[in-house]
């Protein structure tokens, strides 16, 4: 919306309140009554920053309504408020809107995506025959990892899928380390899981999920590299 019209409220030389209504494309300025200046001054004021939110909610691709925003922000500001007196904390209350406004807008309004995979595997270090004629897998002793992680607004359930399709197929596509089990097959040392999700900020509710390996339930310890390969490894 182009504002054509602004209107102020200023004080005389004594202390009296008015109001000055101001013609944008000309610059004229008419005396109107403060109360009138003050109110449309409240509501373009108003306006404006609902339209500052609805284009960033509309940017943001999260399919969030101003209503929706409204909602969470009331919501957040009482936890928020809450939090802090439990902390023992005291703000300003400009920085408490601050807080608020930017924690509904980002993380509690609308629908986002989110994905996440953590692998663990070993490779082959040497391959030979023995003299019985057995074929010998040499384990690397050095693990490689691969883990990473991204969250946007939106419906990107199916773009965060290829991605983590292509990250698992690049992990079971190398000379990974195998073990022979009792009936001929071949057991992969890897570990780990992917997770990709869509879900609703506000509620946390899940929308959509899709996994691989051990999925979501699947924490990447890096402090140890003792994991077990369950049975879903066991047919790569």
């Known amino acids: ?101 930017k924690i509904a807008l980002e993380h509690r309004t609308g629908i986002a995506s989110r994905y996440r995979y953590a692998w663990i595997y070993w490779l082959i270090a040497d391959s030979y025959t023995d003299e019985n004629g057995m074929q010998v897998v040499v384990k690397d002793q050095s693990p490689v990892f691969e883990a990473g992680s991204l969250k946007m607004d939106g419906d990107e359930m199916e773009g965060f899928k290829e991605v983590c399709d292509d990250v698992y197929q690049d992990v079971i596509s190398q000379e990974i380390y195998y073990e022979i089990d009792d009936f001929g097959n071949k057991k992969y040392d890897v570990d780990g899981g992917a997770c990709v999700m869509l879900y609703n900020k506000a509620s946390r509710e899940t929308i959509e999920k899709y996994e691989l390996g051990k999925g979501c339930g699947y924490s990447l310890d890096l402090k140890s590299t003792n994991t077990e390969s369950d049975d879903f490894y066991n047919s790569i």
């Open 1 to 101: 919306m182009v504002q054509r019209i602004k209107y102020e409220v200023r004080t005389d030389k004594i202390g009296r309140k008015y109001g000055i209504k101001i013609i944008l494309a000309t610059g004229r300025q008419i005396r109107v009554p403060w109360k009138i200046a003050y109110k449309r001054k409240t509501a373009n004021d108003s306006r404006r920053k609902r339209e500052v939110i609805v284009k960033k909610l509309k940017d943001s691709g999260s399919g969030a309504t101003y209503a929706d925003y409204l909602k969470s922000l009331k919501i957040v500001e009482k936890e928020t408020r809450k939090r802090y007196k439990k902390q023992g904390k005291t703000v300003s209350e400009s920085r408490m809107r601050r807080t608020v406004k």
